[in-house]
């Protein structure tokens, strides 16, 4: 497709359960972001990666939070023993370089019951 | 450490009149400045970025911004405002050295009244 695309688009899980949110950047994009965005509050940096180089992990809130991306490809972002704070909308961006803007993909709203 | 601060939460406007939302920065070293738009249930969408050069910056949907370094502000305008522009607004900045993610501001919501 032509834009980022992300999946599942919502997300329904017990706490305590690990989920797996999927992301589908642009092709060609060598930079891909993830962001948190909770009810009402603007974005979060969680990680970010650049081509080889080894990925931004500052913006991950605890260690229950881990990413993987292959190569230019796709991404995995992975919450284990979910807690109900993480209840929130996980938005993935890729853009062609560092300077150049990020394009969005339409979220993984992930709800913790 | 860079930071965005958006200090209005709700900006209402009638159609047809002139809009602007504002946004102040902090970062080190020279800023790269994005303004996204949301519209409810959909993704962001980039309106227009700052990097280099004229400090008068236009993007989509006639929407404009204006870089001021002295202020480090980084104002969104519209010099005519339509209802379909209703939407939330948010402000981001990176600085051209170190982190390459964007720290966005917690966002305006636009209310355009017919």
């Known amino acids: 497709g032509a834009g980022v695309s992300q999946s599942p688009s919502n997300k329904v899980t017990e706490k305590g359960k690990d989920v797996e949110l999927r992301c589908d950047p642009i092709s060609g994009h060598t930079a891909l972001y993830w962001y948190r965005q909770r009810l009402g509050q603007g974005l979060e940096f969680l990680i970010y990666f650049q081509g080889n180089s080894a990925p931004d992990k500052s913006g991950l809130p605890s260690d229950r939070f881990s990413a993987e991306r292959t190569g230019e490809s796709v991404s995995t972002l992975t919450i284990q023993r979910t807690q109900q704070e993480d209840s929130a909308v996980y938005l993935c961006?890729?853009?062609?370089?560092?300077?150049?803007?990020?394009?969005f993909g339409p979220g993984t709203r992930l709800t913790v019951l | 450490a860079q930071s965005v601060a958006q200090p209005e939460d709700q900006v209402n406007v009638a159609e047809g009149n002139p809009l602007t939302v504002k946004c102040t920065y902090s970062?080190?070293?020279?800023?790269?400045l994005f303004w996204y738009v949301q519209y409810p249930n959909r993704g962001l969408q980039f309106l227009l970025k700052?990097?280099?050069?004229?400090?008068l910056v236009k993007g989509s949907y006639g929407f404009e911004a204006e870089f001021n370094k002295s202020q480090t502000s980084f104002h969104l305008k519209k010099p005519s405002a339509l209802v379909s522009d209703s939407a939330l607004y948010f402000c981001?900045?990176?600085?051209?050295?170190?982190?390459?993610?964007?720290?966005f501001g917690s966002g305006t919501r636009l209310q355009v009244q017919p």
């Open positions: 961006a890729s853009s062609s370089g560092a300077g150049n803007e990020q394009f």
């Open positions: 981001a900045v990176r600085g051209d050295t170190g982190r390459r993610a964007l720290t």
């Open positions: 970062v080190s070293g020279n800023p790269y």
């Open positions: 700052y990097i280099t050069g004229d400090n």
